[in-house]
């Protein structure tokens, strides 16, 4: 805290030392030209302009030589003198004269822009390793807003949002801006400090600006935005671009920059279309302006994506060039909103010796200090180096206002009267009730949304009841109630179940949890097929295959992050475990047919015996490991970053009682393993062993995931079977479980006439099982993902195959659904 005073003082101290040249940008037909850069010559203290082409430069009395720059268009270098008092300076710039006399293409010869091309290939790793750390500033200013808004969504109205749409349906929903600290390692270490956080109408929160986030710079050979990007200069950039020299430019120094087009070879491929613009013998990028439309990058919803990306030369240093600025705009929409979007990081003041402590980059590469939200508008109009529009101007003043009345106890009566209205429809979704100045909540779950079928009940239904209290507005620390009564009619029995859940504080996310009551459940607690599925399945097929035990039970639980990537969960619970038999043969399925099939016994019959009831003490011990795990860091809580290593598990179970075993399993996954713009691929692997099995009843094997349905959850993928059988590799022994995915993310696909218009995916999987009874079960399927229509691309449909040990292939599409 006393280093952060310190620099506050600073930074104060030195706001009064300079003083604001300011202007505007243009054509020379006074066109504003947006994002133009601005910066000070012979060092690294700059700004950009913002959209209506108004800039501002903090500079030190005297005389200083201040370069204009915009992509495109001639450099201009202005002398200014500068006193205490603010200075305006409007500038206009010609676009640049594209020479091309000394370049001749004769018929049939590759396009000028190759070599050059190949220059700049060859030279990409030099110029993305060439500074080994560094530090600087960096500015972020992030706007968000509604272009269009549809007047009503499944019939309610949409109103004002509270008053942040105007009377045509448009208004800014997210304006921020930051100031922070960037420093930076090779090959990939980030630790972001933001110092200063700004966001409109909510004077307690941080902006989600990070300037690492960013930096999508061509000097990578791909750049992660949902879909890895091919640069245009990346190694395998050939088979993705065709390049076509436009010219050269001369800026006022007689530096010769190249100006080359890119050209995508397959409009659906994953890559850039726009310009680059390459330095002459140093073959550096000087800047990009670069647009991803919705075909390339493949995301639901996101119509078109713009980059400009300008670089420049450190002062005083061997051509060490580095990001000036970076402004990232996209248009977006669904459901009849139009969504705009604009986000430009300035990064400033160059230290690229900075000589950082070895342990300087830890674990935590993004830290919000304390107090960073504190600053109030005079603070900020000292500080900004991007002009605030006229329209963003207006938005900090009405959110200001709004906040105060958004926040009040009236205002938020209003709304939950409003929304607590019972309503007919909610007997079918459930009945919300809300106490939102208290941060209570209450929900009452829809009984007639809840009537399943199985056959060990019947027609069953159950009332779900909820309470939330939340303790600050963070959602970190927090309790959750929760009860179930559930009803089965052709059983006719009641059972009552409920929880407890309380998270303790926010940096080791300090969980307690305890719950109790009777319920049904099933052999594998992992819940293989849901009870809409079972019901389907049941009524219309007459397939029982969910299979179920009568379980009363006490649980407690408790789970905290130990350190860094490590966390512990625990449980101890008490099960009075019975058996539990079909009670109904309803079913629609051949309604008039003697011979119609029979429903099987609600005991798997890959158990190896009945059991009447069973008492079990367990007690369940699990980590979680991921090596490398990254942070990022708020006043009182933290999340966790993206991460490229994988995440080991260990799992051990005791079970005593009238059962005595001991269970060991552990596991390793990987979500991402990139393989360029082929996708990516996931992994998934599990092994264990019963270290003691002396008594314990089948509900305590250890069960796998299958599937005996054409129906699948895509989000279970990686942990499941498609057309397994639920309960044959059930085990008591040692086991292991190998799921593999590749998700090729538009490859192939995309290169397919018509087909690659409906932007659909290719995705590959393998699974693969080894129980010690029954040697190896396989499983191959090839699928087709990203089904669907605009943004509601939740369906996928796979065709399967499968194996078990010396038996025959067995062949099933399965259709899976993502929520």
């Known amino acids: 805290m006393q280093k952060f005073t310190l620099f506050l003082l600073f930074t104060l101290a030195c706001n009064g030392l300079f003083a604001q040249l300011s202007g505007k940008l243009t054509d020379i037909e006074g066109s504003p030209l947006p994002f133009a850069s601005i910066y000070l010559k012979g060092s690294t203290n700059g700004t950009t302009s913002n959209v209506n082409g108004e800039y501002n430069l903090s500079l030190l009395p005297g005389t200083h030589d201040v370069i204009f720059q915009y992509i495109g268009y001639e450099t201009k270098t202005i002398r200014v003198t500068m006193t205490r008092e603010p200075q305006k300076l409007d500038v206009s710039l010609k676009e640049a004269a594209i020479e091309l006399s000394e370049f001749v293409v004769r018929s049939n010869a590759e396009d000028p822009a190759y070599p050059i091309i190949r220059a700049a290939i060859k030279k990409r790793e030099f110029y993305r390793d060439q500074v080994e750390e560094y530090r600087c500033d960096a500015y972020v200013k992030g706007n968000i807003a509604f272009d269009k808004t549809p007047k009503k969504i499944m019939g309610q109205e ?29 090959p990939d270490q980030y630790r972001e400090e933001m110092i200063f956080s700004k966001v409109a109408g909510n004077d307690r929160g941080f902006g989600f600006n990070r300037a690492q986030d960013m930096d999508f710079s061509p000097y990578d050979p791909y750049s992660n935005l949902g879909r890895r990007i091919v640069s245009p200069i ?26 080359i087009q890119v050209i995508p070879k397959r409009s659906e491929d994953p890559v ?86 070895k342990k300087f980059f830890g674990k935590d590469v993004f830290i919000v200090k304390e107090g960073a939200n504190e600053k109030n508008q005079e603070f900020w109009d000292t500080l900004r180096p991007i002009p605030l529009t006229a329209e963003e101007a207006r938005d900090y003043v009405k959110k200001d206002s709004l906040q105060t009345i958004w926040k009040s106890k009236p205002y938020k009566d209003s709304i939950d009267r409003k929304n607590n209205k019972f309503t007919v429809m909610k007997l079918l979704t459930g009945y919300n009730y809300n106490r939102s100045f208290y941060r209570e909540y209450f929900s009452v779950g829809s009984p007639i949304g809840t009537i399943q079928y199985n056959t060990v009940q019947g027609y069953n239904a159950a009332l779900k009841l909820g309470y939330t209290k939340d303790y600050d507005e963070y959602n970190m620390k927090w309790y959750r109630l929760n009860g179930e009564l559930s009803y089965g009619f052709s059983e006719k029995k009641l059972r009552a179940w409920g929880s407890y859940v309380r998270q303790l504080e926010g940096l080791r996310s300090t969980q307690i949890s305890l719950s109790g009551g009777r319920r049904v459940t099933q052999f594998n607690a992992g819940d293989p097929i849901t009870p809409t599925v079972n019901s389907v399945y049941s009524l219309l097929a007459r397939h029982n295959y969910m299979k179920l035990y009568d379980k009363v039970s006490a649980r407690l639980g408790f789970g905290r992050e130990l ?37 099987t016994p609600n005991l798997p019959a890959a158990a190896p015996r009945s059991f009447d009831q069973s008492r079990a003490l367990t007690f369940d011990l699990n980590f979680s490991f991921r090596p490398g795990q990254k942070y990022y860091v708020y006043p009182g809580r933290k999340y966790a970053a993206e991460n490229k290593s994988p995440e080991f598990f260990l799992n051990y179970r005791l079970g005593a009682g009238d059962v005595n075993y001991q269970l060991l399993s552990v596991a390793i996954e990987e979500d991402e393993l990139p393989l360029g713009a082929w996708g990516f691929s996931q992994l998934r692997v599990q092994a264990g062993t019963f270290l003691q099995r002396k008594e314990l009843e089948f509900m305590d094997f250890k069960h796998f995931n299958g ?17 397994l059988p639920y ?90 659904i993502s929520l």
């Open 158 to 186: 949409i109103g004002t949002m509270g008053g942040v749409l105007d009377s045509t349906g448009k208004g800014i929903i997210y304006l921020s801006e930051s100031r922070s600290t960037l420093f930076f390692r090779q």
């Open 234 to 259: 990346a190694d395998n950039a050939f088979f993705y671009y065709k390049y076509k020299l436009i010219g050269t430019i001369r800026d006022d120094q007689g530096q010769v920059i190249y100006k």
């Open 272 to 357: 850039y279309r726009g310009f680059i613009y390459i330095v002459d013998q140093d073959w550096a990028v000087q800047s990009v302006d670069f647009i991803l439309l919705q075909s390339a990058i493949k995301q639901p919803g996101l119509d078109s994506l713009w980059i400009k990306q300008l670089f420049f030369p450190i002062p005083n240093t061997e051509d060490v060039w580095r990001t000036f600025s970076v402004n990232i705009r996209f248009k977006a929409g669904a459901l009849g909103f139009k969504l705009v979007g604009n986000f430009t990081s300035i990064l400033s003041n160059y230290n690229i010796k900075p000589a950082l402590d």
């Open 563 to 599: 350190s860094n990537g490590i966390r512990m969960n625990t449980a101890l619970e008490w099960a009075n475990r019975n058996s539990l038999e079909n009670t109904s043969d309803q079913s629609w399925y051949q309604r008039e047919d003697p011979d119609r099939r029979a429903f």
């Open 707 to 723: 599937n005996q349905t054409i129906l699948g959850d895509q989000d279970r993928y990686m942990s499941s079977f498609m057309l």
């Open 727 to 816: 309960y044959d590799y059930s085990t008591d022994r040692s086991f292991f479980q190998a799921h593999w995915q590749h998700h090729f993310e538009g490859a192939i696909l995309d290169w397919i006439p018509l087909v690659k218009k409906l932007g659909w995916k290719l995705v590959l999987s393998g699974h693969l099982l080894t129980v010690e009874q029954k040697k190896n079960y396989l499983e191959l399927a090839a699928g087709i993902e990203n089904v669907g229509f605009g943004v509601f691309r939740l369906f996928r449909f796979d065709m399967a195959v499968s194996r078990q040990a010396g038996g025959k292939w067995n062949v099933g599409p399965v259709f899976g």
